[in-house]
């Protein structure tokens, strides 16, 4: 079981149902619904928001990767 299966697992079916969604719409390309923020100081990061959960992914034009998910802390984008 790798890191996200693992974080998913330990929430609520409501939570994980808007994440995965969430997800599939990122790596889709389609940023029009999220409030998309870039990170500061790194190049081509970005994060969106869903309820308490931040997704952490990087963009670019073969694809879009997923870097990390979890609540937001002190250490959320210490990548």
Same mark, same amino acid.
């Given at each position: 079981? *790798?890191? =996200?299966?693992?974080? =998913?697992?330990? =929430?609520?079916?409501?939570? %994980?149902?808007?994440?995965? /969604?969430?997800? #599939?719409?990122? $790596? @889709?390309? &389609?940023?029009?619904?999220?409030?998309? /923020?870039?990170?500061?100081? /790194?190049? #081509? $990061?970005? %994060?969106? %928001?869903? @309820? /308490?959960?931040?997704?952490?992914?990087?963009?670019?034009? &073969? @694809?879009?990767?997923?870097?990390?998910?979890?609540? %937001? *802390? &002190?250490?959320?984008? *210490? $990548?």
């Amino acid at each position: 079981m *790798n890191k =996200l299966d693992k974080f =998913l697992s330990k =929430l609520d079916k409501k939570t %994980r149902y808007e994440i995965e /969604k969430t997800i #599939n719409v990122i $790596l @889709g390309g &389609d940023f029009s619904k999220f409030d998309i /923020k870039k990170l500061k100081g /790194k190049h #081509n $990061l970005f %994060r969106v %928001r869903v @309820g /308490k959960v931040r997704i952490v992914f990087k963009y670019a034009k &073969d @694809g879009n990767f997923v870097q990390s998910i979890s609540f %937001r *802390n &002190d250490t959320t984008y *210490n $990548l």
